[in-house]
């Protein structure tokens, strides 16, 4: 579905991603790993057209998107949770889900906008009864909510998920990243950027871990987990058997 390769990214004169490669399937849930600093965000931003590529291919099932502006690659399936929510803390939940629908629908509300937000609805109740409370006045984890929502707004075939349990209490990471999980009986593949790396190897079939820039280990996550060096140098120390 995604094929990233030889894939360069810098930030005037920070070389930020050096040669990273990556795959993703149909059906999968990717996790991104690494320390503060590694790349994570990067890379979820230059596949999804918002950071220029210095060098390097990007393609999304089957077709080159390297020159392909964000709106379009929303259009193409691409769908994104960008880290720190962003939304519209002045306008209502309503009104900042169906702007996640307006890369694919332009001005245009036809009446599948309606069944659209009854499914974002049906996976988040708590956001019908905040459906007319402004964004401004949520919760942490409510406002992931919304994200998340906004995010499949746009019916997208693999969702971008940058750093989605920032900031949250424990208790809602694993309630967000559970309904970002039940996302794949959707039809929904996951590339997910996080720095919880035990609870994102948990819920993730196969795992990057980054470093300065470079990918440094990869492979399933249950390996990932049990390799001790790997927790100690980039993950954090004494985590693995907590697995």
Known sequence: MLRVRDLHVS???IHALKGVDLDVN?????????PNGAGKST?????????????GSIAFQGRAIDATPTAQRIRLGLGTIPEGRQLFPDMSVRENLILGAYARLGFLIPASLDEALEQVFGIFPRLRERENQLAGSLSGGEAQMVA?????????????CDEPSLGLAPLLVREVLATISRLLEAGITVLLADQNALAALRMADRAYVLDTGRVVASG??????KDERLWTAYLGSGVAARM
């Open 11 to 13: 930030y005037g004169d």
């Open 26 to 34: 149909d059906g999968e849930i990717i996790a991104i790993l690494g």
């Open 43 to 55: 890379l979820i931003k230059a596949i999804i057209g918002v950071l220029p590529k210095r060098s």
């Open 148 to 160: 998340v929502g906004r995010a499949l707004m746009s019916r997208p075939r693999l969702l971008l």
């Open 220 to 225: 399933p996550s249950a390996s990932l987990a």
